[in-house]
């Protein structure tokens, strides 16, 4: 019992936490300081992963939410402007949509089954079949390794592709630019030209 | 940041330790938590943090842009390349079973050559696309902020 109030107290923290970052994410306009609390809500999320018990997610989160894409932001925030142009006006049609939505959301996990039970849908299917093989046949410990990298094999060849032409993709794009506008300056003698 | 004396001494006595926490977060992800994903990732944020420390210039002399045309299909083509041993070794495509003289040794080793090959080109391409856009800006000062 006493546990189980020490788990509502940190969810609860951590969800006041996540929604007053969002809140401050909406209201700044200062683009740097966007950047970094998207950072630390990258950082609440895996704290509450690991609450979750789905310490796998926590980590992705943690070093890719809140250590890379950071950086990146603030990588593409140096070849823009560092701020927000306007302040953004009060729509009240996306407000309503957005309103009707989440209420939608909520409503729909009314009818959800408990966390952590064993008679949720999505353990019924083809779940156990992946924990008994993960523990006779393949003998891995970590079942999410398993079924990753062994039963989902093909999707995870397929995530590594998709990972592999993003990093082509953004190299082609952006990578080798400078080094041909250095050699466009030195060819062109007209700098009007290039505007 | 050439006079952040914390930042540069603090992540220098860090970044061994971080790679070498990438290595076992690839190596030991059949037994906790973690893969080659995280371990790529992991792996990454330490150039990353090398090169926003001491520069993009110092981090390209410690890691060649060059390697990144190598290391970010490599990783994918173990990844397939194992698919296509376990198809010579007449098994179905990614079967592990066949790698090894018994199905689990062949699933633990194909799984740990899997794993690094997803680790070897999420490494390079997360160090492949903190270059491409550090490389378009000049340094930046501290009151660029």
Known sequence: ?195 | MRHHLILRVVSKLLIPFILLYALYVQFHGDYGPGGGFQAGVIFGAAFVLYALIYGVETAQKAFPASWLAILVPLGLLIFGGTGVASLLLGGTYLDYDVLAATPTGGQHLGIIVVEFGVGVTVTGVIIAIFFAYAGRTDDIQDDDW
């Open chain 1, 1 to 195: 019992m006493g546990s189980g109030l020490v788990n509502v107290a940190v969810d609860i923290s951590l969800m006041t936490l996540l929604a007053v970052t969002a809140i401050g994410i909406i209201r700044s306009r200062h683009l740097f300081a966007t950047a970094m609390l998207s950072g630390i809500y990258s950082l609440i999320s895996a704290a509450l992963f690991v609450t979750l018990d789905a310490v796998d997610v926590a980590f992705t989160e943690a070093a890719v939410g809140a250590g890379i894409s950071t950086v990146l932001m603030l990588g593409a925030m140096t070849l823009t402007r560092r701020s927000e142009k306007h302040a953004v006006k009060l729509h009240i049609g996306p407000i309503l949509v957005c309103l009707a939505v989440g209420a939608a959301l909520i409503y729909g996990t009314v009818e959800m089954p408990p966390f952590g039970s064993t008679e949720a849908a999505g353990f019924k299917h083809i779940v156990p079949e992946y924990i008994a093989g993960s523990r006779d046949d393949i003998q891995v410990p970590n079942i999410v390794t398993s079924i990753l990298a062994s039963y989902r094999g093909f999707d995870t060849l397929g995530e590594t592709a998709v990972i592999f032409t993003a990093g082509i993709g953004v190299w082609f794009l952006i990578g080798r630019r400078r080094r041909e506008d250095e050699e466009d300056e030195k060819k062109t003698e007209t700098p009007g030209d290039r505007a």
